[in-house]
């Protein structure tokens, strides 16, 4: 069984930093894809950062220059620098794979429980 666990949410004020961290433990035979999604209070869940397996990396327009992702698809882990915070990027934070967990075996996604990134003074 596949699981994600973040780490590093908390309560932070406008123009500072946190960094959120994710691993993925149980068997995992590839990694297509990690990220980082979020959704905050009313809103759907928005893709903030990804890196595949190439080490292609892709920002959301409204954390592109603020954000940086740093992945592994060997070790599945995922590290999202947060910089520049302000009150809209407070939402909660959900680490994502997209793994195989056979080899010819279907890619699925799977998702962390979610960590709370609140900006706010």
């Known amino acids: 069984q596949v699981q994600l666990v973040e780490s590093g949410g908390g309560l932070v004020q406008p123009g500072g930093s946190l960094r959120l961290s994710c691993a993925a433990s149980?068997?995992?035979?590839?990694?297509?894809?990690l990220g980082w999604y979020r959704q905050a209070p009313g809103k759907q869940r928005e893709l903030v950062a990804s890196?595949?397996?190439?080490?292609?990396?892709t920002y959301s327009d409204s954390v592109k220059g603020r954000f940086t992702i740093v992945g592994d698809t060997v070790k599945n882990t995922v590290l999202l620098q947060m910089d520049s915070l302000n009150p809209e990027d407070t939402a909660v934070y959900y680490c994502?794979?997209?793994?195989?967990?056979?080899?010819?075996?279907?890619?699925?996604?799977?998702w962390g429980q979610g960590t709370r990134v609140t900006v706010s003074s």
């Open positions: 890196i595949n397996a190439r080490a292609v990396t």
């Open positions: 149980g068997y995992i035979f590839s990694t297509a894809r």
């Open positions: 994502s794979g997209a793994f195989r967990v056979k080899e010819m075996g279907p890619l699925n996604d799977y």
